[in-house]
Nanobody, 122 residues
Framework: QVQLVESGGGLVQPGGSLRLSCAAS????????MGWYRQAPGKQRELVAT???????NYADSVKGRFTISRDNAKNTAYLQMNSLKPEDTAVYYC????????????????WGQGTQVTVSS
């Protein structure tokens, strides 16, 4: 039943910042774990960050120290703040949610958004 809509992507120069949003429908968002994935053409899908219903976070080594995942349960929205962007961050970014963090990590979460394009280029 839950639906996700990502937004906030765009074209940014190396070193710049973007904040992605993942807006969810439904009343149980506060109980879900969520994650951000990214995939570039010809590349494997990569799990970027996760956040539990308690707010505990984890990050891929490739983005650690540069990206921050957060959530605002009152707004049914999750965020990915991306700083110090690099060309290698160029990808389509997807939000997903599941009641089980293990499903988010495994890529088997029941709900995915449509994705938002992030392009880092000078």
């Amino acid at each position: 039943q839950v639906q996700l809509v990502e937004s906030g992507g765009g074209l940014v120069q190396p070193g710049g910042s973007l904040r992605l949003s993942c807006a969810a429908s439904g009343s149980l968002f506060r109980l879900y774990a969520m994650g951000w994935y990214r995939q570039a053409p010809g590349k494997q899908r990569e799990l970027v960050a996760t956040i539990t219903k308690f707010g505990s976070t984890n990050y891929a080594d490739s983005v650690k120290g540069r990206f921050t995942i957060s959530r605002d349960n009152a707004k049914n929205t999750a965020y990915l703040q991306m700083n110090s962007l690099k060309p290698e961050d160029t990808a389509v970014y997807y939000c997903n949610v599941d009641l089980l963090l293990s499903n988010v990590i495994a890529g088997t979460a029941g709900t995915w958004g449509q994705g938002t394009q992030v392009t880092v280029s000078s």
